[in-house]
């Protein structure tokens, strides 16, 4: 029998470690998926350490209904190599990315095609064992999309990072097309923002982050202008050149990151949150009336979504980001560079 081999989360807090079990041989509508890349993301960090951070040495506990050991990786580029039997018109061989956002679907969420805001979710990965391995297995062909001619290296970061920031950028509706967009925090998630609101808008992004080095790959990949946000003349800077902002995405998600979005906006202005940092944020009540504002968060997209992601980059529109290929045994130094900022753009795993 073939073998599936895992870097598996065996204990919270602790190194990810190799593990080895049975290959599961698909059923039903199932299909399974040789595993070619899987990307490296943040949220990878917080499944490790079993929580959120909620400000004031408050934590959100998701330890809860997740068997150790446990695989993480949800950025999954593949090749399919088996199917159900109610499996139909499925080519072994052919190379797909795999949609992770799985909902139950039963409930309303599902039901309106938005399976990655289910609660009672399946999400690859996250709640069900995902990419840092050799084979997953995926309950239905129709999260499994056509990435060709893209590379693995791309397709598979698209399924969240480049979702989540086109996303995102969608939410922030009819205000990107009277202005300038600011993206605050260039990690994955934000350098890939980037690359699609250069596709998507008529005007490059502003952008922000407190790593110079950051800043210098954003102007390099085509953003207006770079700003440090530990800097107390940026923000001044940004208000006095635009007049305040109307659309802002932060991939930070932190009490700092919020301030700064929240500080340069205009009356009518919007905030799209996606950033799962942690920390508290406060305002006064007043000022959401007072400046009319609206902060908004999102959690990753649709699989409508991630068709038009897919189409919008076989067009050619979005240039890849900086990408580093790690072979599979590397994971946990990949999350340990993540973790210690190390990593500028994306790292994918591969077999």
């Known amino acids: 029998m073939t073998k599936l081999f895992r870097q598996s989360l065996v204990a919270y807090g602790q190194p990810l470690c190799e593990t080895v079990v049975d290959c599961p041989a698909p059923r039903g509508t ?11 993301c943040h949220s990878d960090l917080h499944l490790q350490d079993g929580y959120f951070a ?3 040495d408050k934590r959100l506990d998701i330890t809860k209904d997740r068997p150790l050991p446990f695989t993480l990786g949800h950025e999954i580029a593949g090749v399919i ?11 072994v061989g052919k190379p797909v990315a795999v949609y992770p ?5 039963a409930c309303a969420a599902c039901k309106a095609g938005e399976e990655n805001l289910c609660s009672n979710h399946r999400h690859v990965g996250i709640s069900v064992d995902g990419g840092f391995a050799s084979h997953v297995l995926i309950p239905h062909p129709r999260y499994l999309l056509d990435y060709a001619p893209l590379s693995p290296d791309f397709a598979g970061p698209l399924m969240c990072s480049g979702l989540t920031a086109y996303s995102a950028l969608k939410h922030l509706g009819h205000r990107s097309e009277h202005g300038p967009v600011l993206l605050v925090g260039l990690g994955g998630v934000g ?9 998507l808008f008529s005007r490059p992004p502003l952008v922000a982050d407190i790593d110079a080095a950051k800043r210098q790959a954003a102007i390099n990949a085509g953003a207006a202008a770079a700003y440090d946000p530990a800097d107390p ?4 800077e940004i208000l006095k050149s635009t007049g305040g902002l109307l659309a802002v995405c932060d991939f930070v998600g932190s009490d700092r990151s919020l301030q700064f979005a929240t500080g340069v906006l205009a009356r009518g ?3 799209v949150v996606t950033g799962l940092l942690g920390g508290n944020f406060s305002m006064a009540a007043a000022m959401f009336a007072i400046k009319a504002m609206t902060i908004e968060g999102t959690l990753t997209g649709t699989l409508a979504e991630a068709r038009e992601l897919l189409d919008l980059a076989r067009s050619g529109k979005i240039a890849p980001i900086p990408t580093r290929e790690r072979p599979f045994a590397e994971a946990q130094a990949a999350l340990n560079d993540l973790r210690n900022g190390n ?9």
């Not at 199932?30 to 490296?40: D, H, K, Q, S, Y």
């Not at 956002?101 to 679907?105: E, K, Q, S, T």
């Not at 003349?233 to 001044?236: A, F, G, I, T």
């Not at 990593?343 to 077999?351: D, E, F, Q």
């Open 233 to 236: 003349q940026s923000r001044r």
């Open 343 to 351: 990593v500028v753009g994306r790292t994918v795993l591969s077999s």
């Open 81 to 91: 190599e088996g199917a159900g039997e109610d499996v139909e018109g499925v080519v």
């Open 54 to 56: 909620l400000g004031a």
């Open 269 to 271: 202005g919007k905030v």
């Open 191 to 199: 350098m890939m923002g980037l690359a699609i609101a250069r596709a």
């Open 101 to 105: 956002w799985i909902g139950c679907g």
């Open 30 to 40: 199932e299909v399974l998926v040789r595993i070619e890349r899987c990307g490296v």
